[in-house]
């Protein structure tokens, strides 16, 4: 849900999947889908997703920079 007339609405995410976890910023996007691998869209692209399938939180900040939480606690910081 976009609630800001002083910005155009963030590009869409994509429908196909289930999420367990969405976060986006302006322009940028990104998702933990119910397998655990991570999905972006925006200006976050396919290429900066650290890989594994063992994701369970993600949180997408200002210009990009994002924080995935994996299952066992970890933390990966990315576009690195």
Known sequence: ???????PAPPEPPSEGEYVAVSASAGSGCAVR?????????NLLAQDLPA????????VGPG????????DGSAVVFPG
């Open 52 to 59: 594994g399938s063992d994701f369970v939180d993600v949180a």
């Open 1 to 7: 849900v976009w609630f800001s007339t002083n910005f």
């Open 34 to 42: 119910a397998d655990g691998a991570l999905v972006s869209w925006g």
């Open 64 to 71: 990009g920079q994002s924080i995935a939480l994996r299952a």
